[in-house]
């Protein structure tokens, strides 16, 4: 058998391909890594990064103006978006420094690479032999067929956290997670949003009861909601730019400085030659089984570019396994989405893992929920942030957590934890006799715990026992 050059090729440096490269060489493999020009990928550069410190900065400002309740007294506040700008780069510089971790003992290069034959790659004009290759290109944004949308131009992601002036108004196209956390942060740094979703409510991937509140919090800070609505047209109207929108039987017409599209994301395989080596994939993105094999049995894909969940978690957990079952040739690993967190960072975030009630239903035959409200926990009343809830749905004879759905200041954080537990399948009886550190948000999950586990099957139990030796004892 002919030696190859490499032992795994990545292609993309993003995420899922940093994580794949160093799990891979510190196996003892012989890594490339190949990206187009810089490691890093659209979280870093245009995502998770920047979208977050933006977030961090409106958050302080909108703390600065809402403080007279606390008894505090802050002057005016001038935003001055060159600088806020410069701090998103600095943020983004920072993180990237330390990534290079994930480039030790590998061989990066950068370019335009094509597959000339599932083991043959060509990287700008070098020929590259490799036994097995994981695709990670990742994703851009998506662009729907509005007319006149091209000609009048518009913001996407990979844009808009380099600008240095802001607009008085602007429109939002899409109401999913990057749609709904800029919307709030620049209607903080007195943008006026609209914001305009096709679906009937916005987040519509979340628990019914998360979309609706955080769609009343979007409101109650200026930002204009537009549900059940398609983009007919855009066009310039004077300096404005203007899209025709249909909402039912009405024919609407909004008009702002500036128009932002968030209309969900397109797997980057473009120039790969994925035709010529005949891996399939459909404008969702490349197809792949259960142990993320595309229809070459030595050509893997991750992240993005396979579609499903966007996350970049998510990219770094498929690293693992695409990179055990591309270099072992025994105990091939499948992927399990059971136990699936993820965040949207608005303020308050809204948070989830697992199972909807509904969806739950549907797979067990007992399901039940337990809402919280976020106000009873304790540190969010001394930090001031007591808006939110958390509504766990338990199913099975042992009642473990199969969902959980958040609302609450840093709700995110409370994630691991619930994860974990469902991971492992303990059960709620486990989590509250697990010691929390009070005051804390986690005492607040202990607490949403310790109210489920008294309205249980168990509970209800345990006090029959104990009435019968009390009788007894009397």
């Excluded at 120039?271 to 459909?282: A, E, H, K, P, S």
Aim: glycine share 8%; hydrophobic share 40%; with cysteine.
């Amino acid at each position: 058998m002919a030696r190859m050059d490499y032992d795994l090729t990545i292609l993309g440096g993003g995420s899922g391909g940093l994580t794949a490269a160093r799990v891979a060489a510190s196996l003892g493999a012989r890594v490339l890594l190949i990206d187009k020009e810089r490691l890093g990928g659209d979280c870093l550069y245009t995502g998770c990064v920047p979208s977050k410190s933006l977030i961090h900065v409106a958050q302080i400002v909108h703390q600065a103006r809402t403080a007279k309740r606390l008894g505090l007294s802050v002057g005016s506040m001038d935003i001055d978006m060159a600088q806020v700008a410069n701090y998103i780069q600095g943020v983004i510089k920072r993180v990237n420094d330390a990534e290079h971790v994930y480039t030790d003992d590998i061989t990066v290069k950068f370019g335009t690479v094509t597959f000339q034959s599932p083991t043959t790659l060509l990287l700008n004009d070098q020929k590259i032999s490799s036994r097995t290759t994981i695709i990670a290109t990742g994703s851009h944004p998506a662009q729907p067929q509005v007319e006149g949308l091209a000609e009048v131009g518009y913001l996407t992601n990979e844009d808009v956290f380099q600008l240095t002036d802001l607009p008085e108004s602007l429109l939002i196209i899409g109401g999913g997670p990057i749609g709904v956390e800029l919307g709030q942060a620049l209607a903080r740094l007195r943008v006026q949003v609209t914001l305009i979703q096709g679906p009937e409510s916005i987040l519509p991937r979340e628990d019914p009861d998360v979309s609706t509140t955080i769609a009343h919090l979007l409101e109650s800070e200026g930002v204009k909601l537009i549900t059940n609505a398609r983009v007919l047209t855009a066009d310039q109207w004077g300096h404005k730019k203007r899209v025709t929108v249909k909402q039912g039987e009405k024919v609407l017409v909004f008009e702002a400085d500036t128009i932002l599209l968030a209309a969900g994301r397109q797997p980057n395989v473009d120039g790969l030659n994925l035709d010529g080596i005949r891996v399939d994939y459909t404008t969702k993105g490349i197809k792949v089984d259960s142990y993320l094999r595309t229809s070459r049995t030595n050509i893997f894909a991750i992240g993005d570019v396979i579609g499903g969940y966007l996350f970049t978690h998510l990219a770094a957990y498929q690293a693992g396994v695409a990179v055990r079952n591309a270099l072992l040739p025994i105990a091939k690993k499948k992927v399990d989405y059971r136990v699936l967190p993820w965040c949207t960072f608005t303020d308050p975030e809204a948070a989830r893992v697992g199972l909807t009630y509904a969806e739950a239903q549907l797979q067990y035959k007992n399901a039940r929920v337990v809402t919280f409200p976020w106000a009873d926990i304790d540190r969010a009343q001394t930090g001031d942030a007591p808006a939110g809830f958390i509504k766990l749905v338990l199913a099975g004879k042992k009642e473990e957590i199969v969902g959980a759905h958040m609302v609450g200041a840093s709700a995110g954080e409370l994630l691991g934890e619930v994860a974990l537990a469902m991971q492992h399948h303990l059960t709620i009886s486990d989590i509250t006799a697990t010691i929390h550190p009070y005051p804390t948000l986690h005492t607040g999950l202990q607490q949403a715990v310790f109210e489920a586990y008294l309205s249980s099957n168990s509970a209800r139990s345990n006090r029959s026992i104990v009435s019968t030796a009390l009788r007894l004892r009397r």
